[in-house]
């Protein structure tokens, strides 16, 4: 058996490689074209814009369900004696600006 091949066959092999080769031409034109480069740069940013505020909406939230989950019970109940004890150091920390700001503006 030989493995000779015809000269038809050998040239539809070169016509096929060079298809094959003009193909990949074009697609490492497209890659290296500036457009393509600039496209790709900008889908990677957005993408990691995305992702880091993905991730930064999920630590706030978790954060303010901690926060929630100690003024308020799981029934949906406000936790008085968390919430008055807080409420009175809120309101001594107003009356107390508001006093320093009245002695400031008198002098």
Do not use: C, W, Y
């Amino acid at each position: 058996m030989s493995d000779a091949r015809t000269p038809a066959q050998i040239e539809a092999d070169i016509v096929r490689r060079r298809d094959q080769l003009a193909e990949t031409l074009d697609e490492i034109g497209v890659r290296v074209h500036p457009k393509t480069i600039i496209g790709d740069a900008k889908a990677k940013a957005a993408s990691t814009v995305d992702r880091t505020a993905g991730r930064a909406f999920v630590t706030v939230n978790r954060k303010v369900s901690d926060v929630r989950s100690v003024f308020v019970s799981a029934d949906g109940a406000p936790r008085l004696e968390r919430l008055v004890p807080l409420a009175v150091v809120v309101v001594g920390l107003v009356g107390l600006m508001a006093v320093s700001t009245g002695r400031k503006r008198r002098r």
